[in-house]
Structures are given as structure tokens and as C-alpha cells.
Antibody, heavy 122, light 108 residues
Framework: ELQLVESGGGLVKPGGSLRLSCAAS????????MNWVRQAPGKGLEWVAS????????SYTDSVKGRFTISRDNAKNSLYLQMNSLRAEDTAVYYC???????????????WGQGTLVTVSS | EIVLTQSPATLSLSPGERATLSCRAS???????LAWYQQRPGQAPRLLIY???SRATGIPDRFSGSGSGTDFTLTISRLEPEDFAVYYC?????????FGQGTKVDIK
């Protein structure tokens, strides 16, 4: 059974850092683009970052460029999001999601993990 | 970037009724690269439709997608109790991929 399990969320002060992880199982992780998508409380969905199957072809939404870094370790079947210089507006549930059709240039998403909550507040 | 506008914001229907949700793009979406997602309260989103009209694995056939260019529709032929949720469209034809603001289908 395919599973994506996020971890690493929590409460952090503005300007702080956090590293999210996503453990993947049930599929050949190294064949698929992977993504982070977030959802602020009571709001809609926002794509955050994508990484190609081999770790190249990385892209970010403008609001996190220079602050967030997406990476992956195919040997460990894991996806990461290093988040620095966090702001209140980064408060959201962060979901890990794969691109269903493999190594996607612009991703769509399925399935998704259950999400991990990041709260940025003093 | 392409802006997606979903309508209506809320759709109040009864179980067994037909639901028609609209997603309109500010520019033509190339290759009909449009997806629909369902999000039930407290749950992660779930992919329903991709490439405008292809059902994802395990999605019941009461869900169907249609459209091309700038106008797309998600139809739920007969609403089941578990279908009352929020639905999002997303385009992945142009970078960055963008989502609509969502349509909530609630029980009348």
C-alpha cells in the first residue's frame, strides 16, 4: 500500500527554521517527482516546491524562494523541506504529494500524505 | 500565472442530486492539463480527475470531468453522503501550477 508520512512540523518563532520530512513507501520512490503543497488554516491549497525524480529540476513558488530548500534521498525513500527565515504567513499544514504519472515537469498531485502542521508565532 | 476561478463558492444540494462545478481559467490551459481534487473535513486532498476528464485510480464513475481551453466542469451525477466536501481545480499546463479557491458542496 502506498504511503506518504510527513513529520517535523511544530511551533517556531518568526525568523526560525524547521525541517520537514516525508517518508515514502509502497512505490518506487526514485521514479517519481515529489512535491510540497501547503494549506493555511481555513484557506485553499498552494503549491510550494517540486523536485524531479533524480533530484534535479527543482522549482519553488515565489514566496518561498531563497528561504526554503527541497531535497530528496532516494536511498532512504525520503523527501525533505528545509524552511528558514519563517514568517507568520508560512503557517499551514504542509502536505507531501507525488506526481501520479512519474517524472512530471509541472506537477499534479496524488496521492497525498496526511500533512504536518507548521505554526509560526511568537 | 494562470488564475483559476471556481463557481459557485458553495453549492447546497441533497443526496441523490446532480452537482455541477465550474472552473474558469484566465488563459488557455495547454493540453487540457487540469485536475480536480476532493477534500473532506480534516482530511488530505484526494485526486479525482486529471487531464480534464480522466478519472484517477479508484474514483467512482459518478465523478466526471469535461472541458477544454479555459472552461472546465466537474460533475457528480448522484451525490452520495461522502461526497459533501470541498473541491479544488488545479492547472498544470503552465508554470507555476495553480489552484482554484475551491467550491464547497454542502447538504441542503
Amino acid at each position: 500500500e502506498l504511503q506518504l508520512v510527513e513529520s517535523g512540523g511544530g511551533l517556531v518563532k518568526p525568523g526560525g527554521s524547521l525541517r520537514l520530512s516525508c517518508a515514502a513507501s509502497g512505490f518506487t520512490f526514485s521514479f517519481y517527482s515529489m512535491n510540497w503543497v501547503r494549506q493555511a488554516p481555513g484557506k485553499g491549497l498552494e503549491w510550494v516546491a517540486s523536485i524531479g525524480s533524480g533530484g534535479s529540476h527543482i522549482s519553488y513558488t515565489d514566496s518561498v524562494k531563497g528561504r526554503f530548500t527541497i531535497s530528496r534521498d532516494n536511498a532512504k525513500n525520503s523527501l525533505y523541506l528545509q524552511m528558514n527565515s519563517l514568517r507568520a504567513e508560512d503557517t499551514a499544514v504542509y502536505y507531501c504529494a507525488k506526481c501520479p504519472s512519474g517524472d512530471c515537469y509541472i506537477n499534479y498531485f496524488g496521492p497525498w500524505g496526511q500533512g504536518t502542521l507548521v505554526t509560526v508565532s511568537s | 500565472e494562470i488564475v483559476l476561478t471556481q463557481s459557485p463558492a458553495t453549492l447546497s444540494l441533497s443526496p441523490g442530486e446532480r452537482a455541477t462545478l465550474s472552473c474558469r481559467a484566465s488563459q488557455i490551459i495547454s493540453s487540457s492539463n487540469l485536475a480536480w481534487y476532493q477534500q473532506r473535513p480534516g482530511q488530505a486532498p484526494r485526486l479525482l480527475i486529471y487531464a480534464a476528464s480522466s478519472r484517477a485510480t479508484g474514483i467512482p464513475d459518478r465523478f466526471s470531468g469535461s472541458g477544454s481551453g479555459t472552461d472546465f466542469t466537474l460533475t457528480i451525477s448522484r451525490l452520495e453522503p461522502e461526497d459533501f466536501a470541498v473541491y479544488y481545480c488545479q492547472q498544470y499546463g503552465s508554470s507555476p501550477g495553480t489552484f482554484g479557491q475551491g467550491t464547497k458542496v454542502d447538504i441542503k
